[in-house]
């Protein structure tokens, strides 16, 4: 089955530091790949996506692509500020060829990440 | 923000009571989902619908059922809590963007079974 690996936390970073939460997957196929933020005491966003090999995800400064030849999809980014702090999610959707995935999604554990000003 | 509403918020209640956690949507979006976020294991997928009354397992169902007999509402039921799900739980909707699906997500209800 299909398995999201994140690295260990916390991190706690200063302000303005430069920011790396690697990710790595095992799925079959060519599935889509997400990075999701959660805030304190809220749900889950979206923050970026790469649905296919080599594709770069962007959005308020993060960054991932999607490494098919090491199953990667580690998520940048070169100043991190006190507002991001939060939890991030890796996550991984098979995709929906014939229509039989239905966006169902397998999470990394999730990494809390802490910035200090 | 996703038009998605939870209830209740919070909950306590006691081991081998039944429980009901509501999600409706306004949204109109084909697919519904129930995750549970527990530390260590970020979130799992317990039960899932993919139109009104069709639904089916996700990774976590032992314990759980659900029933969608609108579009809009999705319900998970603890038959007979127990405190192995005390947890926080989400729900998501989506619906297909070509190959790929953007969940939304509610807010979450924490669950504490006591």
């Known amino acids: 089955g299909n398995s999201v690996t994140q690295m260990e936390g916390p991190v706690t970073l200063s302000e303005e530091a430069f920011l790396t939460i690697n990710c790595t997957y095992t799925?079959?196929?060519?599935?889509?790949l997400f990075w999701y933020v959660q805030y304190p005491g809220e749900g889950l966003q979206l923050l970026l996506k790469?649905?296919?090999?080599?594709d770069k995800g962007s959005n308020k400064g993060f960054e991932a692509t999607y490494r098919k030849e090491t199953t990667s999809f580690h998520l940048e980014k070169g100043s991190v500020q006190v507002s991001d702090s939060a939890v991030y999610f890796c996550?991984?959707?098979?995709?929906?060829?014939?229509?039989?995935?239905?966006?169902?999604?397998?999470f990394g554990q999730g990494t809390i990440l802490t910035v200090h000003p | 923000d996703a038009g998605i509403t939870q209830s209740p918020r919070h909950k306590v209640t006691e081991t081998g009571t039944p429980v009901t956690l509501r999600c409706h949507q306004t949204?109109?979006?084909?697919?519904m989902y129930w995750y549970r976020q527990d530390p260590g294991h970020g979130l799992r997928l317990i039960h899932y619908?993919?139109?009104?009354?069709?639904?089916d397992k996700g990774e976590v169902s032992d314990g759980y059922s659900v029933s969608r007999s609108k579009t809009e509402d999705f319900l998970l039921t603890l038959e007979s809590a127990t405190s192995s799900q005390t947890s926080v739980y989400f729900c998501?909707?989506?619906?297909?963007?070509?190959?790929?699906?953007?969940?939304?997500f509610g807010q979450g209800t924490r669950l504490t079974v006591v």
């Open positions: 998501a909707i989506s619906e297909p963007q070509g190959i790929w699906t953007e969940a939304f």
């Open positions: 799925a079959t196929g060519y599935p889509s």
């Open positions: 790469a649905t296919k090999a080599d």
């Open positions: 996550a991984l959707s098979d995709q929906n060829a014939g229509g039989t995935s239905y966006g169902k999604l397998t």
């Open positions: 949204e109109n979006h084909r697919y």
């Open positions: 619908s993919y139109g009104v009354k069709d639904t």
